[in-house]
């Protein structure tokens, strides 16, 4: 949580704000939190989806 209201209040990305998180950098590394903040990720399956619903 003050990962993320850090980054709500502008101060920082959330990526940033995580790895300086003790409770998240204990459990994920730098290279995975950037991994899980990637857009590329949460998109993956965007374009089957648009053209599952006759969007594309």
Partial sequence: Q???MKTWKGE??????AKREP???AKLSPAEIDHLCSLDI?????D????ALGLD
């Fill in 2 to 4: 003050r990962a993320a």
């Fill in 12 to 17: 920082g990305t959330f990526a940033e704000n």
């Fill in 23 to 25: 409770e998240i950098v």
């Fill in 42 to 46: 949460h998109l993956k399956h965007v």
């Fill in 48 to 51: 089957a989806t648009f053209k």
